[in-house]
DNA sequence: AAGAGAGTTTACGTTTACGTAAAAGGGAAG
DNA sequence: CTTCCCTTTTACGTAAACGTAAACTCTCTT
């Protein structure tokens, strides 16, 4: 059987984030995990959401951000104003993401181009005999 | 000619920002144009390291990492102990940024998907007659 | 019964990256 | 000279995303 529920410190351990954070998205309004008395108890929903979140995250959205994403998605999806909408959503997000992703080719390329000229510092250092042209 | 020295504004009119920010920048170690009395004269060099700046920006570095960056490209590259040091930062920093590569794809795939359902959803109210299979 | 260990609430503290306002210094235009 | 505009310095303010500490509550375990 695949595991169902999780418990607070499950997540955090699974996603290292401290409960805290955790208890903090739910403030925030991502996550909205059943209790147990007091307890919080978090569903296979509740745990897909915080991956989300944390990708959002890596990404650099803004909880604010992911939240309205999600209240986007749960929301009324035969209003045709909401689906207008997230589609406005969806496009500005989508330019936005490419934009970073030509900032990372292109550090990814700077990255290379240092690396190079480092070894080849390197390698001058290690045969300097080199050098002279022979 | 081309252009060979700036004003703050124009810098941060080229590149939508505000001068406060990029001030800040120079309390923080990023930037250290020249001056004339005491105005900031900004070199091509200095505009360079601006347009660094906002593009770690974009990927989330935080000011302190961009400036231990700069400050490891200035440093001695003739001692041997800083590049190596140097080399291990360009893997850690790859690794991030084909991690972040990863998350962008995956986001975008699911940008793809969810636009095609809101489509899809879209279409149906438009044409409802077509729901009945005829 | 008593302690250990996890979880909870409440609330104040902290860091990063600036925003914003106040006060003052040129310089160039009228 | 006065006015206007840009720039500078100084300094306090702020939003986001938690950290950290205090004081409880439960539930076992010993």
Redesign the pocket.
């Known amino acids: 059987m695949e595991k169902t529920t999780y418990?607070?410190?499950e997540l955090s351990r699974e996603f290292d984030v401290?409960?805290?954070?955790i208890?903090?998205y739910e403030d925030q309004g991502l996550l909205s995990p059943a209790r147990e008395?007091?307890?919080?108890v978090y569903s296979r929903r509740d745990r897909v959401r915080l991956k989300l979140i944390l990708r959002g995250?890596r990404l650099g959205f803004?909880?604010?951000e992911t939240r309205a994403l999600f209240e986007l998605y749960d929301s009324d999806h035969g209003e045709r104003g909401q689906m207008q909408y997230f589609l406005e959503k969806i496009h500005e997000r989508r330019e936005l993401l490419q934009q970073q992703r030509r900032d990372i080719e292109a550090v990814l390329g700077e990255l290379e181009a240092a690396e190079r000229n480092v070894r080849d510092a390197l390698r001058k250092r290690d045969a300097p005999a080199a050098e002279i042209g022979a």
Chains 1, 2 share one sequence.
Do not use: N
């Open positions: 418990t607070i410190t401290t409960p805290r954070a208890r903090f008395g007091r307890r919080r995250k803004q909880l604010s």
